[in-house]
Nanobody
Framework: VQLQASGGGLVQAGASLKLSCRTS????????LGWFRQPPGKEREFVAAISWRYRTSEYADSVKDRFAISIDNAKNTMWLQMNSLSPEDTAVYFC????????????????WGQGTQVTVSS
């Protein structure tokens, strides 16, 4: 299983970015696909996750109403639309996939991609 994240960059506060994560195989084959981030000097944290099978999604409180996660199953791609970015969103963003049933909002995903850096200047 391979996951490839891209789309990070340097933006100003208030701007938007759209991250993409290309998966090996259809997203529908996974129980969950998710985005996590690791701010400088901090632990990795959950951002958002989605289940293609059950048409559900979950978000961290800090990004709810600003970020949107989606899947294009035909393109083997997961997206994270990030709006109203703030310096607190600066982090390395990782995409992950999980085959295990259970909650979307957890950290023990099976597969991880490399990160993409998002830097938000004030």
């Amino acid at each position: 299983v391979q996951l490839q994240a891209s789309g990070g960059g340097l933006v100003q506060a208030g701007a938007s970015l759209k991250l993409s994560c290309r998966t090996s195989g259809r997203p529908a084959m996974y129980h969950a696909l998710g985005w996590f981030r690791q701010p400088p000097g901090k632990e990795r944290e959950f951002v958002a996750a989605i289940s293609w099978r059950y048409r559900t999604s979950e978000y961290a409180d800090s990004v709810k109403d600003r970020f949107a996660i989606s899947i294009d199953n035909a393109k083997n791609t997961m997206w994270l639309q990030m709006n109203s970015l703030s310096p607190e969103d600066t982090a390395v963003y990782f995409c992950a996939a999980d085959r295990k049933p259970g909650a979307l909002k957890r950290s023990d995903y099976d597969y991880w991609g490399q990160g993409t850096q998002v830097t938000v200047s004030s």
